[in-house]
């Protein structure tokens, strides 16, 4: 049976475990979006496994850690793992085979728990170390680069530490690049955003490239914000508006995910995104920001 995975830390770690605990030929990576649409058609077989990424009809097992409620029943008949709501996928994983054999593994479990809560100190954000600013150069936005995850995944299974998987020169180049993107993504946040009321506005529209950057960084620029709103351009026609709360300051009580369905879009509570049209964008946008305040 095959692997597929999402290559982002927790997918990784899940990958690690589940190897550990079935006859797996292959692992292959993919993102949320490629499962919806269908993609991976040549690789996925039934029976196949798949975690931390959305229902296929060919899963033999499932683990996930959002709400599965809304799944279609019939895709679940005979599927083995474990799902719903958890602070990470790999966190399902380690529970549903409860092995001494992956105990060693709890430390890192830990670690993934707080990223996928977004339980994370300043430190964190503004000075990562050991296995937080390994999940940072996985980040899906960085790098699509499956020999990459690979060669995490195999350094967790031989049981490297994280400095010793830091210091691995593919890995020091991945760290030299994420602290590049950092700079540049925090002189553009200084230089595109405004504090309105509570909140933190980023109107990236007119940059030709976006920057990519710590997305929680903007939370410890701007302390006094509980909610970031950021405004991306997609060829002068749509834009893109993602809305996230504050890790720090969470004193917003809107559920965004809920909120952004309200404009065709949609995502989990804290934080979610919607395209907007050339023609609505001037009206929604005001909408949206209005409705946070306060």
């Not at 509980?226 to 508006?241: A, P």
Request: net charge negative; glycine share 8%; with cysteine.
């Amino acid at each position: 049976m095959n692997l597929v995975t999402r290559l982002d830390f927790d997918g990784i770690l899940c990958g690690v475990m589940i190897h550990d605990m079935e006859n797996v030929a292959d692992i292959n990576f993919t993102d949320p979006k490629t499962m919806e649409e269908g993609g991976l058609l040549d690789i996925l077989e039934p029976s196949d496994i798949i975690a931390h990424l959305p229902i296929h009809s060919d899963a033999g097992m499932w683990f996930h850690n959002h709400d599965a409620s809304h799944v279609d029943s019939r895709l679940l008949e005979g599927v083995k793992g474990k799902w719903g709501v958890a602070p990470s996928t790999s966190r399902q994983v380690y529970e549903f085979y409860n092995n001494p054999a992956l105990q060693k593994y709890e430390p890192i479990i830990a670690v993934a728990d707080r990223i996928g809560t977004a339980n994370l100190t300043q430190e964190d954000v503004q000075s990562p170390k050991e296995w937080v600013m390994i999940s940072y150069t996985l980040d899906p936005r960085f790098t699509l680069d499956d020999s990459y995850g690979k060669l995490i995944l195999q350094a967790i299974k031989d049981g490297r530490t994280p400095n010793d998987i830091l210091a691995l020169p593919a890995v020091e180049k991945r760290v030299d690049l994420y602290v590049q993107d950092v700079k540049r993504y925090i002189e553009e946040v200084k230089a595109h955003t405004k504090l309105e009321g509570n909140v933190i506005l980023t109107d990236f529209r007119e940059l030709v490239q976006a920057p990519r950057g710590n997305r929680f960084a903007v939370f410890v620029m701007y302390p006094d914000g509980n909610v970031h709103v950021r405004l991306d351009g997609l060829g002068g026609f749509r834009t893109k508006v993602s809305v996230s709360k504050s890790i720090f300051n969470r004193t917003c009580p809107h559920h965004i995910g809920r909120m952004m369905e309200e404009y065709g879009g949609g995502g989990p509570e804290g934080a979610g995104t919607c395209m907007l049209g050339r023609k609505s964008a001037p009206e929604k946008i005001p909408e949206i920001l209005n409705r946070l305040k306060g």
